[in-house]
């Protein structure tokens, strides 16, 4: 098992350094982003799991240490891009979630966890 994680860890590495984010924080945003927008998309739990998985050991292979409030405020300010103004409605906010998980990150970041 650990060696499909590191596998998975080392896939998604790979698709990151190709997707133009280029510090280590771009990318980790990217993958939160990605992971909410398809949990509120109701994407398959497994994926959505692994999503939070490989993004927790990007974060640990490349020494990134983020204490719980920044990965509050990080979770608050996707939220808030996902759920838009207060008088949005459920529409927008469909929409705005389509948008993250079609964006050319999202897709090939899900499709690279897909179950095989």
């Known amino acids: ?3 499909s994680k590191t596998l998975s860890a080392m896939l998604a ?3 990151l350094a190709t997707q133009g984010c280029e510090r280590h924080e771009e990318r980790i945003f990217h993958m939160i982003r990605c992971t909410m927008a398809a949990s509120i998309e109701k994407q398959n739990d497994s994926v959505i799991a692994k ?3 490989i993004t927790g050991l ?3 292979e490349n020494g990134i240490k983020k204490n719980p ?3 509050t405020a990080i979770a608050a300010n996707i939220r808030d891009e996902i ?3 207060p008088n ?3 529409d927008e906010r469909d929409a705005r979630v389509t948008e993250i998980v079609n964006s050319e990150f999202c897709t090939a970041y899900l499709n690279l966890l897909q179950p095989k």
Do not use: I, Q, V
């Open 13 to 15: 590495a790979t698709l």
């Open 88 to 90: 949005s409605s459920w």
């Open 69 to 71: 409030a920044a990965l």
């Open 83 to 85: 759920m838009g103004p």
């Open 1 to 3: 098992m650990k060696g």
């Open 58 to 60: 990007y974060m640990r």
């Open 51 to 53: 999503s939070w998985e």
